[in-house]
């Protein structure tokens, strides 16, 4: 039965990292050609990135504690 939990925690983690990258702000656009250029991450990729690391924390938080 906790597993389950743990799988809706991280699905959890999932649909709001895919939301927080979606999300737009009015009257903001790409940035002017004149900024100095940065290595290329998109929001959806960088909030994959946490949500991923965030359930491979939990499922390892999960087994730990059930080993003890």
């Given at each position: 039965?906790?597993?389950?939990?743990?799988?809706?925690?991280?699905?959890?983690?999932?649909?709001?990292?895919?939301?927080?990258?979606?999300?737009?702000?009015?009257?903001?656009?790409?940035?002017?050609?004149?900024?100095?250029?940065?290595?290329?991450?998109?929001?959806?990729?960088?909030?994959?990135?946490?949500?991923?690391?965030?359930?491979?924390?939990?499922?390892?938080?999960?087994?730990?504690?059930?080993a003890?």
């Open positions: 039965m906790k597993m389950f939990s743990i799988a809706a925690a991280a699905a959890s983690i999932s649909a709001f990292a895919a939301g927080v990258a979606h999300a737009t702000v009015p009257g903001f656009g790409p940035p002017p050609p004149s900024v100095t250029p940065v290595p290329e991450i998109s929001a959806l990729e960088g909030t994959a990135a946490l949500a991923a690391l965030a359930a491979i924390v939990l499922l390892t938080w999960e087994r730990r504690r059930r003890h």
